[in-house]
């Protein structure tokens, strides 16, 4: 039992009982085991969750996106993650690199947990038959609340290991909000290249969509057609004049 429940403080960081899985993972014997027993655990949430969002459009669609919502967070992850520590380093932070990316992970494995808990949702609607643009905006919706719990996570570990544990600046809890920011807008970016994830029924499958525009116009245009969509129209475009569409 107690192994058990072991295992979980190192995989799965929970908004309830904090202080006791934050003093377990800013140990000073804290290995790079429990790196990937999270990373694992990341991997398998993250193409779950792809994995029902693809499968609105087809079977191959829900492959890829299994596949494609795992290289979304690990790179985000990659690309971020050594700027963010070299500050942190320079400010005064005592944390070896293994605590902080088991901090900075726990955030990304809530937040896909969190993800995973809106799947019966999601389902709902795709067997009810909600249009295309409107689980757009679900998913979107959806990635914005799950990032918000697990950022909270990140920068509760963060304020525990400056107030209680005396290993981390004060200042870096404000530095790290800097970075989040960054953060949203490489993984934006980056989702925005390896779309689509969700696939429109209306198109053929493809691996990679090569639309001009950015994520912020499809935005906008996806809220447009929700509103103003009537029968039919989705089929008929003016190229020129629509911005592109998220897929």
Same mark, same amino acid.
């Given at each position: 039992?107690? #192994?058990?429940?072991?295992?979980?403080?190192?995989?799965?960081?929970?908004?309830? @009982?904090?202080?006791?899985?934050?003093?377990?993972?800013?140990?000073?014997?804290?290995?790079? #085991?429990?790196?990937?027993?999270?990373?694992?655990?990341?991997?398998?949430?993250? &193409?779950?969750?792809?994995? /029902?969002?693809?499968?609105y459009?087809?079977?191959?669609?829900?492959?890829?996106?299994?596949?494609?919502?795992?290289?979304?967070?690990?790179?985000?992850?990659?690309i971020?993650?050594?700027?963010?520590?070299?500050?942190?380093?320079?400010?005064?932070?005592?944390?070896?690199? +293994?605590?902080?990316? &088991?901090?900075?992970?726990?955030?990304?494995?809530?937040?896909? &947990?969190?993800?995973?808990?809106?799947?019966? /949702?999601?389902?709902?609607? =795709?067997?009810?038959?909600?249009?295309?643009?409107?689980?757009?905006?679900?998913?979107?919706?959806?990635?914005?609340?799950?990032?918000?719990?697990?950022?909270?996570?990140?920068?509760?570990?963060?304020?525990?290991?400056?107030?209680?544990?005396?290993?981390?600046p004060?200042?870096?809890?404000?530095?790290?909000?800097?970075?989040?920011?960054?953060?949203?807008? +490489?993984?934006?970016?980056?989702a925005?290249? =390896?779309?689509?994830?969700l696939?429109?029924?209306?198109? &053929?499958?493809?691996?990679?969509?090569?639309?001009?525009? @950015?994520?912020?116009?499809?935005?906008?245009?996806? +809220?447009?057609?929700? +509103? @103003?969509?009537?029968?039919?129209?989705?089929?008929?475009?003016?190229?020129n @004049?629509?911005?592109?569409?998220?897929?």
């Open positions: 039992m107690n #192994s058990k429940l072991k295992l979980n403080k190192l995989t799965f960081p929970t908004l309830q @009982n904090n202080d006791s899985y934050f003093e377990t993972i800013l140990d000073e014997n804290y290995e790079w #085991s429990g790196i990937i027993k999270q990373y694992v655990l990341l991997l398998f949430l993250s &193409a779950l969750y792809g994995l /029902i969002m693809g499968s459009h087809s079977l191959l669609q829900a492959a890829v996106s299994s596949l494609k919502l795992p290289v979304l967070f690990t790179v985000t992850l990659l971020c993650f050594p700027a963010f520590f070299i500050i942190q380093h320079i400010l005064g932070s005592k944390l070896k690199i +293994v605590q902080m990316i &088991a901090i900075i992970q726990s955030g990304f494995v809530l937040t896909t &947990a969190i993800m995973v808990s809106f799947i019966p /949702i999601v389902i709902f609607f =795709l067997l009810t038959g909600s249009n295309y643009y409107f689980l757009q905006l679900l998913h979107i919706g959806i990635f914005v609340v799950s990032g918000i719990f697990g950022t909270k996570t990140i920068i509760d570990a963060l304020k525990y290991s400056c107030e209680k544990k005396g290993i981390y004060r200042i870096g809890v404000d530095v790290f909000k800097f970075w989040i920011i960054i953060l949203a807008f +490489v993984g934006i970016q980056l925005w290249n =390896l779309r689509p994830f696939g429109n029924r209306e198109e &053929a499958f493809q691996m990679f969509r090569d639309y001009e525009g @950015n994520f912020y116009t499809a935005l906008i245009y996806s +809220v447009k057609q929700l +509103v @103003n969509e009537k029968p039919g129209d989705t089929e008929h475009y003016e190229e @004049n629509l911005p592109p569409r998220l897929k």
